[in-house]
């Protein structure tokens, strides 16, 4: 019989991978999980070590996996759609609306948009924050700035 303990290997350091000790039948084995990060507010990223620089984004646009913990801002000064699509479970993109237009969320197929307040999709007002949560089985939850 194979005895596996898991445990982190110390605190682990902003910018820094992961570490994490691996213990099989009394020998310890040092694993990094390269593609997670520890930001400066302690808070366990999956994106890069360098930082998560917002991004600008401009017309109507389709939300992609390779936006999951990322920052979109929308400087658009005319109304657009920001389409919301079936993301992987615990995918989280936050959105700004930077310009005078706002931003309103359309439910992709097979996705249920819901929010807390009983907000339909749309951003309020210039500098509104929101994020969206991919809760998995088609269901995303938008908080924030929204009516």
Wanted: glycine share 12%; with cysteine.
């Amino acid at each position: 019989m194979t005895d596996i303990t898991d445990a982190p290997s110390g605190t682990p350091v902003p910018g820094d991978a992961i570490p994490f000790v691996r213990t099989v039948n009394g020998v310890d084995q040092l694993l990094k999980f390269d593609g997670l990060y520890i930001d400066k507010s302690g808070i366990l990223r999956v994106k890069n070590a360098e930082g998560f620089a917002a991004t600008n984004v401009t017309g109507n646009y389709i939300i992609a996996q390779d936006d999951a913990a990322s920052i979109l801002i929308s400087a658009d000064d005319s109304d657009i759609t920001y389409t919301v699509p079936n993301l992987l479970p615990g995918s989280r993109v936050t959105i700004i609306q930077g310009g005078a237009g706002k931003i309103t969320f359309s439910a992709g197929e097979g996705i249920t948009l819901h929010s807390g307040t009983g907000a339909s999709g749309f951003t309020v007002q210039q500098w509104s924050p929101c994020e969206l949560l991919w809760l998995g089985n088609g269901n995303v939850l938008m908080t924030g700035a929204l009516a």
